[in-house]
């Protein structure tokens, strides 16, 4: 437990600083006397809500891609792993919303999960006509789910996209050839995204080419944005559809997702 809470604290000033642990304490006191009122007015508490055991997505299409894992948990004895937020699988409702949205030329472009866990973002980066789906996973065990889950899956929708996912870590990974579209679902901390971003510019000065990052649930937005290799195109919120909404265990109706674009190393 108290392991726990070091590594909670440490995530939190490696990624706000104190003054944002500071602001989050006061945030979580505020949430938890709130609950206490409404508690004494007879109002239901929040985890009294009922929440669908297994997402729809799973049961329709015969796949495992649900639960959380945190970051301890991931079972892949690198020390990558203190500093790995963990697997949620993304609501595919909102998933797809970010995708419309940038409107790429999908042929062109490889999709690249950072961090894919079990695979769901995998799966449903099928429905467009990428010239390759590529997961990168730090615990070999999630990443031998993700394949399995792609080997698996059926939906009417589905391209024949070569896709598949690969056991190692994102700050070493040998980032795929052509235009990219980088998927970051909070897969890390502060430090390790800092790494991450290096194997990337790296990369790309290497073999010049278009790429741009989706990145959900952006906690280190500024971070990124202060990244002088990085150009900020939008930051919106966007709404879950209503099985997603039943499925979400943490009670999110809405997701936040922010899009940048590599800049020219010219």
Known sequence: MGRSVVRIVRHWVANRGWLGLFAEV????????????????????PSAVKRLEVH?????YGV?????????????????????????????????????????????????????GKGRALLLATRYPFRRIVGVELSPGLAQVANSNLERFQAEWRKDVPAAAFAGDATHFDLPDGPLLVYLYHPFAA?????????????????PREVYLMYINPELDKLLGKTPFLEKLSRECLPMAEEDIAADRFG???????????????
């Open 26 to 45: 006061f945030r979580q006191l505020k949430k938890k006397v709130r609950s206490l009122a409404g508690r004494r007015k007879g109002l239901p508490a």
């Open 252 to 266: 999110s109706k809405e997701e936040y997702v922010s899009v940048y674009r590599h800049r020219s190393p010219g």
């Open 191 to 207: 430090p390790i995204m800092r790494e991450f971003l290096k194997n990337l510019h790296a990369s790309v000065q290497r073999s």
């Open 56 to 60: 729809p997505f799973d049961t329709r």
């Open 64 to 116: 495992d891609t649900g639960g959380l894992i945190w970051g301890p948990s991931l079972g892949s004895g690198t020390k990558g792993e203190y500093w790995a937020t963990g697997y949620y699988g993304i609501s595919p409702s909102f998933f797809q919303q970010a995708l419309d949205r940038l409107g790429l030329d999908w042929p062109k472009y490889t999709f690249v999960d950072v961090g894919c």
